[in-house]
């Protein structure tokens, strides 16, 4: 798998995460509290630095892997 996720792009991801797991955790009585659980994939995707949507779509925000302007 190629790394094809940026590096402030898998900051916000992780953040983003962790504030839905966090949501998550603090409305556990809500019918809607399951929904706070899918800061697990922003998460894994910013760890791994891989996203397969990106993968699809063809897109690519990792600095490395950008063309230059010599």
């Given at each position: 798998?190629?790394?094809?996720?940026?590096t402030?792009?898998?900051?916000?991801r992780?953040?983003?995460?962790l504030?839905?797991?966090?949501?998550?955790?603090?409305?556990?009585?809500?019918p809607?509290?399951?929904?706070?659980?899918i800061g697990?994939?922003?998460?894994?995707?910013?760890v791994?630095?891989?996203?397969?949507?990106y993968?699809?779509?063809?897109?690519n925000?990792?600095?490395?892997?950008?063309?230059?302007?010599?």
């Amino acid at each position: 798998m190629t790394v094809n996720v940026g590096t402030v792009d898998r900051y916000v991801r992780v953040v983003l995460g962790l504030v839905l797991i966090a949501y998550a955790l603090y409305y556990q009585a809500s019918p809607y509290s399951w929904f706070g659980w899918i800061g697990v994939v922003p998460i894994l995707t910013g760890v791994f630095g891989t996203c397969p949507l990106y993968s699809i779509l063809g897109m690519n925000t990792c600095e490395t892997n950008l063309p230059r302007n010599s």
